[in-house]
Structures are given as C-alpha cells and as structure tokens.
C-alpha cells in the first residue's frame, strides 16, 4: 500500500483528493492539511510515502513546504499539484526537490500513475528526479512563514 497525504488550502479540492485517492486499490489517504504547519505535524506523525503538495496554499508558497518537507527525517517523495501545471513550474517544482508536478485537471489513472512513480523516487514522465540536494536551499518554518 502506497499512503498519500494530501495538502491543499481548498477544502473541496482536498477532499476530493482524499475521496480519489481511497478508491484506487492499493493507494491509502492517510490525511489532509489546509497549512503548511498542519502538513509536516501529519507526516511526523502519519509517515507517508508520498505528498501531494498544492503549489499555492493560500498566502503560502507550497514550493517552500517542498522544501521543508524533504528536510524532514525519511521524508515522503512529493508530487507538486497545481491548476495550472507549465514547464517553469514543473522545473521549479523539481529544482525544489519534488518529484514533478501534476495538473488538477490530469486523468485519473494518470494521477495514479505518478503517485506510484513517485513513491518508487521517479518522476511522473519516467525519469529519475535529480537529488534532493536542491531542497536544502530556502525554507520555510513549519507555520508557513519564509
């Protein structure tokens, strides 16, 4: 079983990722959170294998919580999920250690597919991420703030 945690600031959007995710076999929704704060308590405390990571929560920068994310000790791989997936936010998203991004609107089995590479470390087009050496650069404290 792959676990998924899912980070978006909009309630309908996380719950639908939540629902989607629980309905593929083999994939399990170990929770959700709206702040980056409430992120990295849940994958302290729930451990998952991947993290679907909304690009912008609000008036926070989702690219900073990948950051921080992959800080954290034996840290999930993560998938960046935004509206409005193009090449400069697909790069942004790997230099950030993520790895890759994927739009809202993509199809499902395609969703699946990138979780279960993601959770096998490679990226949604079938490469190989670079490290997540990248991630050590910016930050973000664990409320949000830069």
């Given at each position: 079983?792959?676990?998924?945690?899912?980070?978006?600031?909009?309630?309908?959007?996380?719950?639908?990722?939540?629902?989607?995710?629980?309905?593929?076999?083999?994939?399990?929704?170990?929770?959700?959170?709206?702040?980056?704060?409430?992120?990295?308590?849940?994958?302290?405390?729930?451990?998952?294998?991947?993290?679907?990571?909304d690009?912008?929560?609000?008036?926070?920068d989702?690219?900073?919580?990948?950051?921080?994310?992959?800080?954290?000790?034996?840290p999930?791989?993560?998938?960046?999920?935004?509206?409005?997936?193009?090449?400069?936010?697909?790069?942004?998203?790997?230099?950030?250690g993520?790895?890759?991004?994927?739009?809202?609107?993509?199809?499902?089995?395609?969703?699946?597919?990138?979780?279960?590479?993601?959770?096998?470390?490679?990226?949604?087009?079938?490469?190989?991420?670079?490290?997540?050496?990248?991630?050590?650069a910016?930050?973000?404290?664990?409320?949000?703030?830069?």
């Amino acid at each position: 079983m792959i676990r998924v945690l899912v980070i978006d600031d909009h309630p309908v959007v996380r719950a639908g990722l939540e629902a989607v995710v629980r309905s593929e076999p083999g994939l399990i929704a170990v929770g959700s959170a709206a702040r980056p704060r409430d992120a990295i308590e849940l994958i302290r405390r729930t451990r998952p294998d991947v993290a679907l990571v909304d690009a912008r929560l609000g008036e926070y920068d989702g690219i900073a919580l990948v950051r921080s994310i992959l800080r954290e000790p034996a840290p999930p791989a993560v998938l960046v999920v935004s509206g409005n997936v193009d090449s400069g936010l697909e790069r942004v998203a790997v230099e950030a250690g993520a790895h890759g991004a994927v739009d809202k609107g993509t199809a499902l089995p395609e969703l699946f597919d990138a979780i279960r590479l993601a959770a096998r470390g490679a990226a949604p087009d079938g490469s190989t991420p670079p490290g997540n050496a990248a991630a050590a650069a910016g930050d973000v404290s664990p409320d949000g703030a830069a």
